[in-house]
């Protein structure tokens, strides 16, 4: 009988550690804009992370018009960026381009070995992210 119990208590801990998984996996989005094109863009709320004086985050960007590119069709983009507010520049950590609409195929991937840091660009994804993380006081 004990043999029981404590197969059924490691099945529940396995059940309840795998549901939890999923649910820590889901992504709450917040949209902070537009780029050209009307691509909309959100923040993935659960990705924010305060170390130091700098802000990492991830953005979604969903093409309004599949992009063309090599090898297929590129549906949209994540990119993780760390904000420096006080000086108000970014830099690109990651960039990944999906080729479906679920976010579920990456189809190009760039992992920056070492970030600069940069006022950014006007109306780009990294913009919108220092607008967002670093709102006027």
Do not use: H
């Amino acid at each position: 009988m004990p043999t029981l119990i404590l197969r059924a208590l490691v099945s529940a801990s396995t059940l309840l550690s795998v549901v939890a998984a999923g649910s820590a996996s889901a992504q709450s989005l917040k949209p902070v804009g537009s780029l050209a094109g009307g691509n909309p863009v959100a923040l993935e709320t659960k990705s924010v992370k305060r170390v130091g004086g700098e802000v990492i985050a991830t953005l979604r960007t969903t093409f309004a018009k599949p992009a063309k590119a090599p090898g297929g069709e590129w549906f949209g983009s994540r990119t993780v960026v760390a904000v420096r507010c006080a000086t108000g520049t970014v830099a690109v950590k990651e960039n990944r381009y999906y080729g479906d609409a679920k976010f579920t195929k990456v189809a190009s991937e760039k992992i920056v070995k070492i970030p600069g840091y940069a006022p950014p660009v006007p109306g780009s994804v990294p913009a919108l992210a220092l607008k967002e993380l670093c709102p006027v006081k």
